[in-house]
Protein backbone atom coordinates (compact mmCIF):
# COMPACT_ATOMS: atom_id res chain seq x y z
CA UNK A 1 0.00 0.00 0.00
CA UNK A 2 2.79 2.34 0.36
CA UNK A 3 3.21 2.85 -2.95
CA UNK A 4 -0.88 3.94 -3.51
CA UNK A 5 -0.91 7.30 -4.62
CA UNK A 6 -4.10 9.64 -5.05
CA UNK A 7 -2.70 11.04 -8.66
CA UNK A 8 -4.00 14.25 -7.91
CA UNK A 9 -4.81 16.47 -5.18
CA UNK A 10 -8.95 16.87 -4.49
CA UNK A 11 -9.08 20.24 -6.09
CA UNK A 12 -9.12 18.09 -9.31
CA UNK A 13 -11.50 15.44 -8.27
CA UNK A 14 -13.76 17.12 -10.73
CA UNK A 15 -16.27 18.25 -7.96
CA UNK A 16 -17.82 21.10 -9.85
CA UNK A 17 -20.11 22.20 -12.71
CA UNK A 18 -19.37 20.36 -16.54
CA UNK A 19 -19.13 23.78 -18.03
CA UNK A 20 -17.92 26.12 -15.94
CA UNK A 21 -15.05 23.43 -14.95
CA UNK A 22 -13.46 22.93 -17.89
CA UNK A 23 -13.35 26.89 -18.98
CA UNK A 24 -11.72 27.32 -15.39
CA UNK A 25 -9.20 24.45 -15.84
CA UNK A 26 -8.75 24.40 -19.98
CA UNK A 27 -5.13 25.52 -19.20
CA UNK A 28 -4.81 22.59 -16.45
CA UNK A 29 -6.40 20.04 -18.39
CA UNK A 30 -3.77 21.26 -21.49
CA UNK A 31 -0.51 21.21 -19.44
CA UNK A 32 -1.55 17.85 -18.07
CA UNK A 33 -2.07 16.28 -21.17
CA UNK A 34 0.92 17.48 -22.54
CA UNK A 35 3.05 16.39 -19.48
CA UNK A 36 3.85 19.53 -18.47
CA UNK A 37 7.67 20.11 -17.37
CA UNK A 38 6.86 22.00 -14.60
CA UNK A 39 5.06 20.25 -12.29
CA UNK A 40 6.43 17.32 -10.67
CA UNK A 41 5.49 13.64 -11.17
CA UNK A 42 6.56 10.59 -9.18
CA UNK A 43 7.18 7.65 -11.80
CA UNK A 44 4.41 6.08 -11.04
CA UNK A 45 2.01 9.14 -13.07
CA UNK A 46 1.59 9.25 -16.51
CA UNK A 47 1.54 12.78 -18.27
CA UNK A 48 -2.22 13.09 -18.00
CA UNK A 49 -1.62 12.32 -14.43
CA UNK A 50 0.70 15.38 -13.74
CA UNK A 51 -0.05 16.74 -9.83
CA UNK A 52 -1.73 20.12 -9.73
CA UNK A 53 -2.25 22.21 -6.39
CA UNK A 54 -4.94 23.49 -5.78
CA UNK A 55 -4.93 26.26 -2.84
CA UNK A 56 -7.12 29.32 -2.50
CA UNK A 57 -10.43 26.94 -1.71
CA UNK A 58 -12.39 29.73 -1.32
CA UNK A 59 -11.82 30.36 -5.24
CA UNK A 60 -11.95 27.14 -6.08
CA UNK A 61 -15.51 26.82 -3.92
CA UNK A 62 -17.07 28.84 -6.54
CA UNK A 63 -16.30 26.69 -8.92
CA UNK A 64 -16.95 23.30 -7.22
CA UNK A 65 -20.17 24.57 -4.96
CA UNK A 66 -21.79 26.13 -8.34
CA UNK A 67 -25.43 25.41 -8.13
CA UNK A 68 -25.59 24.58 -11.67
CA UNK A 69 -23.77 21.52 -10.95
CA UNK A 70 -27.03 20.27 -9.39
CA UNK A 71 -28.63 19.95 -12.61
CA UNK A 72 -26.66 17.23 -13.89
CA UNK A 73 -24.62 15.70 -10.31
CA UNK A 74 -28.17 15.22 -9.08
CA UNK A 75 -26.79 15.06 -5.07
CA UNK A 76 -30.00 14.62 -3.09
CA UNK A 77 -31.05 11.56 -6.02
CA UNK A 78 -27.83 10.13 -5.39
CA UNK A 79 -27.95 10.31 -1.46
CA UNK A 80 -31.22 9.15 -1.58
CA UNK A 81 -30.80 6.25 -3.58
CA UNK A 82 -27.78 4.81 -1.09
CA UNK A 83 -30.88 4.46 1.62
CA UNK A 84 -28.67 5.72 4.46
CA UNK A 85 -30.67 5.68 8.07
CA UNK A 86 -30.05 8.77 9.58
CA UNK A 87 -27.84 7.82 12.08
CA UNK A 88 -25.42 6.72 9.32
CA UNK A 89 -21.43 7.34 9.45
CA UNK A 90 -20.28 8.10 6.11
CA UNK A 91 -16.87 9.33 4.76
CA UNK A 92 -16.42 11.09 1.45
CA UNK A 93 -12.98 10.87 -0.10
CA UNK A 94 -12.07 14.08 -1.89
CA UNK A 95 -14.30 15.88 -0.35
CA UNK A 96 -13.02 19.37 -1.63
CA UNK A 97 -14.67 22.09 -0.36
CA UNK A 98 -17.82 19.91 0.82
CA UNK A 99 -20.52 19.49 -2.18
CA UNK A 100 -21.73 16.16 -1.00
CA UNK A 101 -19.93 16.37 2.48
CA UNK A 102 -21.84 18.79 3.34
CA UNK A 103 -25.28 17.79 2.06
CA UNK A 104 -24.63 14.12 3.96
CA UNK A 105 -23.76 16.19 7.21
CA UNK A 106 -27.53 18.00 6.81
CA UNK A 107 -29.61 14.33 5.85
CA UNK A 108 -27.57 12.84 8.44
CA UNK A 109 -28.58 14.61 11.42
CA UNK A 110 -27.87 11.46 13.95
CA UNK A 111 -25.05 10.07 12.22
CA UNK A 112 -21.70 11.25 11.32
CA UNK A 113 -19.71 12.85 8.25
CA UNK A 114 -16.01 12.92 7.54
CA UNK A 115 -15.06 14.77 5.01
CA UNK A 116 -11.27 13.79 3.93
CA UNK A 117 -9.06 15.51 1.80
CA UNK A 118 -5.41 15.60 1.04
CA UNK A 119 -4.72 19.38 0.18
CA UNK A 120 -4.69 21.09 3.48
CA UNK A 121 -6.39 24.28 2.16
CA UNK A 122 -9.71 22.41 1.37
CA UNK A 123 -9.30 20.69 5.09
CA UNK A 124 -9.20 23.65 6.52
CA UNK A 125 -12.03 25.19 4.35
CA UNK A 126 -14.17 22.41 5.19
CA UNK A 127 -13.63 22.65 8.64
CA UNK A 128 -14.85 26.22 8.88
CA UNK A 129 -17.70 25.82 6.91
CA UNK A 130 -19.27 23.27 8.97
CA UNK A 131 -18.30 25.22 11.74
CA UNK A 132 -20.44 28.35 10.36
CA UNK A 133 -22.88 26.26 8.69
CA UNK A 134 -23.54 25.09 12.46
CA UNK A 135 -22.57 21.04 11.40
CA UNK A 136 -21.27 19.20 14.32
CA UNK A 137 -21.54 16.08 12.64
CA UNK A 138 -19.27 16.72 9.89
CA UNK A 139 -15.68 16.54 10.68
CA UNK A 140 -12.75 17.65 8.29
CA UNK A 141 -9.60 15.42 7.85
CA UNK A 142 -6.39 15.39 5.99
CA UNK A 143 -5.79 12.08 4.58
CA UNK A 144 -2.65 11.07 3.10
CA UNK A 145 -1.99 10.00 -0.37
CA UNK A 146 -1.90 6.57 0.40
CA UNK A 147 -4.00 6.25 3.64
CA UNK A 148 -7.60 8.07 3.88
CA UNK A 149 -7.42 7.79 7.52
CA UNK A 150 -10.70 7.61 8.06
CA UNK A 151 -10.56 7.72 12.07
CA UNK A 152 -13.52 4.99 12.93
CA UNK A 153 -15.13 2.62 11.01
CA UNK A 154 -18.15 3.71 8.77
CA UNK A 155 -21.24 2.94 6.91
CA UNK A 156 -20.51 4.09 3.76
CA UNK A 157 -17.12 5.72 1.80
CA UNK A 158 -17.92 7.22 -1.45
CA UNK A 159 -15.93 8.62 -4.10
CA UNK A 160 -17.30 11.43 -6.45
CA UNK A 161 -15.19 11.54 -10.12
CA UNK A 162 -11.97 10.51 -7.98
CA UNK A 163 -11.54 6.41 -8.89
CA UNK A 164 -10.13 7.42 -12.04
CA UNK A 165 -7.55 9.33 -10.05
CA UNK A 166 -6.48 6.44 -7.73
CA UNK A 167 -3.02 4.43 -9.09
CA UNK A 168 -2.78 0.99 -7.30
CA UNK A 169 -6.78 0.68 -6.64
CA UNK A 170 -6.68 -2.77 -5.34
CA UNK A 171 -4.28 -1.82 -2.62
CA UNK A 172 -5.66 1.21 -1.96
CA UNK A 173 -9.40 -0.47 -1.72
CA UNK A 174 -7.99 -3.44 0.63
CA UNK A 175 -7.01 -0.51 2.98
CA UNK A 176 -10.46 1.22 2.92
CA UNK A 177 -12.06 -2.12 3.13
CA UNK A 178 -10.36 -1.90 7.04
CA UNK A 179 -12.31 1.04 7.45
CA UNK A 180 -16.40 -0.24 6.71
CA UNK A 181 -18.84 -1.32 9.46
CA UNK A 182 -20.12 -4.88 8.85
CA UNK A 183 -22.38 -4.18 6.13
CA UNK A 184 -20.79 -1.40 4.56
CA UNK A 185 -20.78 -0.25 1.55
CA UNK A 186 -18.69 1.66 -1.48
CA UNK A 187 -20.46 4.13 -3.80
CA UNK A 188 -18.56 4.97 -6.85
CA UNK A 189 -19.35 7.81 -9.37
CA UNK A 190 -17.46 8.55 -11.93
CA UNK A 191 -17.52 9.88 -15.42
CA UNK A 192 -18.99 7.51 -18.77
CA UNK A 193 -16.62 7.15 -21.59
CA UNK A 194 -19.07 9.05 -23.80
CA UNK A 195 -20.10 11.69 -21.62
CA UNK A 196 -19.90 14.96 -23.25
CA UNK A 197 -18.06 16.53 -20.11
CA UNK A 198 -15.19 15.00 -17.81
CA UNK A 199 -11.71 14.15 -17.70
CA UNK A 200 -9.88 13.76 -21.02
CA UNK A 201 -11.39 10.31 -22.58
CA UNK A 202 -8.06 8.62 -22.08
CA UNK A 203 -7.93 9.58 -18.71
CA UNK A 204 -11.33 7.95 -18.12
CA UNK A 205 -11.99 4.58 -16.39
CA UNK A 206 -15.05 1.96 -17.92
CA UNK A 207 -17.70 0.85 -15.05
CA UNK A 208 -16.46 -2.48 -16.73
CA UNK A 209 -13.16 -2.06 -15.68
CA UNK A 210 -14.28 -0.50 -12.29
CA UNK A 211 -16.14 -3.76 -10.88
CA UNK A 212 -12.88 -6.26 -12.01
CA UNK A 213 -10.82 -3.90 -9.97
CA UNK A 214 -12.98 -3.49 -7.50
CA UNK A 215 -13.38 -7.63 -7.35
CA UNK A 216 -9.87 -7.74 -7.21
CA UNK A 217 -9.90 -5.99 -4.27
CA UNK A 218 -12.40 -7.97 -2.28
CA UNK A 219 -15.58 -6.02 -3.02
CA UNK A 220 -18.61 -7.10 -5.44
CA UNK A 221 -21.28 -4.94 -7.29
CA UNK A 222 -24.53 -4.43 -5.01
CA UNK A 223 -26.40 -2.46 -6.90
CA UNK A 224 -26.09 0.30 -10.03
CA UNK A 225 -28.31 3.34 -10.71
CA UNK A 226 -28.45 4.95 -14.39
CA UNK A 227 -29.74 8.17 -13.28
CA UNK A 228 -27.11 10.35 -13.83
CA UNK A 229 -26.52 11.80 -17.32
CA UNK A 230 -22.56 11.96 -17.44
CA UNK A 231 -21.47 9.37 -14.59
CA UNK A 232 -22.18 5.58 -13.80
CA UNK A 233 -23.13 5.36 -10.15
CA UNK A 234 -22.06 1.58 -8.40
CA UNK A 235 -22.00 0.85 -5.32
CA UNK A 236 -19.52 -2.16 -3.98
CA UNK A 237 -19.76 -4.66 -0.75
CA UNK A 238 -17.08 -6.65 0.68
CA UNK A 239 -17.34 -10.24 -1.12
CA UNK A 240 -18.22 -12.67 1.14
Known amino acids: MSHTRLLRPTGYCMRCPQNIFFISLSLIFAGATAGESAHAQSPAQSPAHAQHRFSGAE ?5 FDDPERDKWQKPHEVIAALKLPPDAVVADICAGTGYFAVRFA ?6 QVFGIDIEPDMVKYLSERARQEKLPNLTAIRGAADDARIPSPVDLIILVDVYHHVDKPADYFRKLRLSLKPGGRVAIIDFRLDAPA ?15 EMLNAGFVLDAGHAFLPNQYFLIFKPAA
Request: zero cysteines.
Open 106 to 111: HMLTQG
Open 59 to 63: KWAKV
Open 198 to 212: GPPKNARIAPARVQA
